[in-house]
């Protein structure tokens, strides 16, 4: 299986810049296609998708998020952090079958 | 809109059987997409379990092959998960959700717990 690493938390100010970085123990890109996905989790709610195919924001999902990357090495940006995007945030690989996640990074305030 | 609905027992025997039901409304899940089953332990560890396509075929996380079933009744636009053989390592929250690659809409959640 494709492990996503995560580093467990990040401590960012509200109004500034936020960037979670996800790296995959092999590619999961084929061909123009970088098949990462990221998730937001709060407490008590089931996770929403904001990014998926590494770079288009899912539906309903505000301009502050961004995703970036390709090949092993990928990026969820929030900009500016807003006191709402408090949460955890997972990555999640498609491209090979089983699909898996991240260990998940816990944005927190600093 | 589209939702989806985790309905089931929150406590299993260790042994036993797992059954949960995914209830689906503003979609027919013969129209399109895989529907998923994914968990998430204690801990914040999430693992894919497997899918049903909209036309019936399945798909199972390696993993967990051998105590697996994703089914479904159109009829009642819900469909299903079956784990057998639990542990108290199978204790975690369990999602339904759509997709197969990437999932855009999951239910609630139920949080299952293994005991005896």
């Known amino acids: 299986d494709i492990v996503l690493t995560q580093s467990p938390a990040l401590a960012v100010s509200l109004g500034q810049r936020a960037t979670i970085s996800c790296r995959a123990s092999?590619?999961?890109?084929?061909?123009?296609?970088?098949?990462m996905h990221w998730y937001q989790q709060k407490p008590g709610q089931q996770p929403k998708l904001l990014i998926y195919r590494a770079s288009n924001l899912a539906s309903g999902i505000p301009a502050r998020f961004s995703g970036s990357g390709s090949g092993t090495d990928f990026t969820l940006t929030i900009n500016p952090v807003q006191a709402d995007d408090i949460a955890t945030y997972y990555c999640?690989?498609?491209?090979?079958?089983?699909?898996?996640f991240g260990g998940g990074t816990k944005l927190e305030l600093k | 809109e589209i939702q989806l609905q985790e309905s089931g027992p929150g406590l299993v025997k260790p042994s036993q059987s797992l059954s949960l039901t995914c209830s689906v409304t503003?979609?027919?899940?013969?129209?399109?997409?895989?529907w998923s089953w994914i968990r998430k332990f204690p801990g914040n560890k999430m693992e894919w379990m497997g899918y049903i396509s909209n036309s019936g075929s399945t798909n199972y996380n390696p993993s967990l092959k051998i105590r697996i079933s994703i089914t479904r009744d159109t009829s009642k636009n819900q469909f299903f998960l079956q784990l057998n053989s639990v542990t108290t390592e199978d204790t975690a929250t369990y999602y339904c959700?759509?997709?197969?690659?990437?999932?855009?809409?999951w239910g609630q959640g139920v949080m299952v717990t293994v005991s005896s």
């Open positions: 999640q690989q498609s491209r090979e079958s089983p699909p898996t």
């Open positions: 092999q590619s999961v890109s084929i061909s123009r296609y970088n098949l």
């Open positions: 503003g979609y027919t899940i013969t129209s399109g997409y895989d």
């Open positions: 959700a759509r997709g197969g690659t990437h999932f855009d809409y």
